[in-house]
T-cell receptor
Framework: DQQVKQNSPSLSVQEGRISILNCDYT??????FLWYKKYPAEGPTFLIS?????DKNEDGRFTVFLNKSAKHLSLHIVPSQPGDSAVYFC?????????????FGQGTILTVHP | DADVTQTPRNRITKTGKRIMLECSQT?????MYWYRQDPGLGLRLIYY???????NKGEISDGYSVSRQAQAKFSLSLESAIPNQTALYFCATSSQFGTSYYEQYFGPGTRLTVT
């Protein structure tokens, strides 16, 4: 049962344009959402997060939007740069527990062409 | 120096062999995790530990065991390796304290191939 889904295995965009990565979840108990970025031969690194009490969080070129009614979140990268080419994972944390466990999506490979 | 280190970085082993993957961290975190990454499946949790005396199974623990030797060390063992355990393995840490208690920090990964 995949509780966090990234339905697009890959995305290709031109440098300077917007990249939009999508993530859907099924568990209403998720109360915190994170995006991680992973380069080849490295571990994932934290990028940006959003609490379920918000619908938008912005950090420089990166913005995460949360639509709770649709159980959908998206990551916008504007403008996209070749260095943004990586695998992006969304992750969710279940509320009501302090354990810190995260459930990850399958990942989306982003390629930004110069 | 890296905050979360994993050894070995690459390993090729044969079916039926016992193998141990090691993870060490200098972040002072109390919580540690083992994940595996497979193409199209993302990161799946194998085991997690919230302190030295606490070990919990994740979603795919069959065929694996773990040991938390100290707060900074968490090892993953495959008692009898099989080919479908070929994957990229990641160790991660987090802290229950501070404002970023939900954030996990990952090691560089171990690429394991079972032939």
């Amino acid at each position: 049962d995949q509780q966090v889904k990234q339905n697009s295995p890959s995305l290709s965009v031109q440098e300077g344009r917007i990249s939009i990565l999508n993530c859907d979840y099924t568990n209403s108990m998720f109360d915190y959402f994170l995006w991680y970025k992973k380069y080849p031969a490295e571990g994932p690194t934290f990028l940006i997060s959003i609490s379920s009490i918000k619908d938008k969080n912005e950090d420089g070129r990166f913005t995460v939007f949360l639509n709770k009614s649709a159980k959908h979140l998206s990551l916008h990268i504007v403008p996209s740069q070749p260095g943004d080419s990586a695998v992006y994972f969304c992750a969710s944390r279940k509320g009501g527990t302090s354990y810190g466990k995260l459930t990850f999506g399958q990942g989306t490979i982003l390629t930004v062409h110069p | 120096d890296a905050d979360v280190t994993q050894t070995p970085r690459n390993r090729i082993t044969k079916t039926g062999k016992r193998i141990m993957l090691e993870c060490s961290q200098t972040k002072g975190h109390d919580r540690m995790y083992w994940y595996r990454q497979d193409p199209g499946l993302g990161l799946r949790l194998i085991y997690y530990s919230f302190d030295v005396k606490d070990i919990n199974k994740g979603e795919i623990s069959d065929g694996y065991s773990v040991s938390r030797q100290a707060q900074a060390k968490f090892s993953l063992s495959l008692e009898s390796a099989i080919p479908n355990q070929t994957a990229l393995y990641f160790c991660a840490t987090s802290s229950q304290f501070g404002t970023s208690y939900y954030e996990q920090y990952f090691g560089p990964g171990t690429r394991l191939t079972v032939t």
